[in-house]
Antibody
Framework: EVQLVESGGNLVQPGGSLRLSCAAS????????MNWVRQAPGKGLEWVAN????????YYVDSVKGRFTISRDNAKNSLYLEMSSLRADDTAVYYC??????????????WGQGTLVTVSS | DIQMTQSPSSLSASVGDRVTITCRAS??????LNWYQQSPGKAPKLLIY???SLQSGVPSRFSGSGSGTDFTLTISGLQPEDFATYYC??????????FGQGTRLEIK
């Protein structure tokens, strides 16, 4: 059974830093792209970043470029999101999602339960 | 970036009804369009990928169609568990993936 379990969410002050983790199990982790998606309270879904199988390709939404870093440790079946210079508008539930990236279709087929990041003084 | 616009933003319907949600892309995305369902307090769930392919385990009352810039999600014979929020997502550009703003489906 595919499982994605996020952790690391917390209350942090503006300008602070936080590291989110996503532990993967039930599939061959190093053969899939992985993604972070966030959802601000009462708002819609926003893709944040993705990373390819060996970590050599990483892409970000413009609003987090230069502040967030996505990474993975295939030996530990884990995905990470290092967040710095946090702002109030980064407050959201952060989901990790497995990406299926085929020749003619790309989609997120499994999602974790999410971890809440609150940026407030 | 490719912008995705869903309509309507909210919709009221009754159990057994047939409903259609539309999604429009700001440029052609071929069939790189996916639909997700999100119930309150839950993670999103993949329903339809590549515009019209039903994800494994998803009931056949869900269907998708479209290509280019215009897409639809249809639910035939609404069930109580279908009242949720639905999102379209373009994956044409894996460098910049975007979602629609969501359509909230409520019980009439």
């Amino acid at each position: 059974e595919v499982q994605l379990v996020e952790s690391g969410g917390n209350l942090v002050q503006p300008g602070g830093s936080l590291r989110l983790s996503c532990a993967a199990s039930g599939f061959t982790f190093n053969t899939y792209w992985m993604n972070w998606v966030r959802q601000a309270p009462g708002k819609g879904l926003e893709w944040v970043a993705n990373i390819n199988q060996d970590g050599s390709e990483k892409y970000y939404v413009d609003s987090v470029k230069g502040r967030f870093t996505i990474s993975r440790d295939n030996a530990k079946n884990s995905l990470y999101l290092e967040m710095s210079s946090l702002r109030a508008d980064d407050t959201a539930v952060y989901y990790c999602a497995r990406g299926f990236y085929g020749d003619y279709d790309n989609f997120f087929d499994y999602w974790g339960q999410g971890t809440l990041v609150t940026v407030s003084s | 970036d490719i912008q995705m616009t869903q309509s309507p933003s909210s919709l009221s319907a009754s159990v057994g009804d047939r409903v259609t949600i539309t999604c429009r892309a700001s440029q052609s995305i071929s069939t790189y369009l996916n639909w997700y369902q999100q119930s309150p307090g839950k993670a999103p769930k993949l329903l339809i990928y590549a515009a019209s392919s039903l994800q494994s385990g998803v009931p056949s009352r869900f269907s998708g169609s479209g290509s280019g810039t215009d897409f639809t999600l249809t639910i035939s014979g609404l069930q109580p568990e279908d009242f949720a929020t639905y999102y379209c997502q373009q994956s044409y550009s894996t460098l910049s993936i975007t979602f629609g703003q969501g359509t909230r489906l409520e019980i009439k």
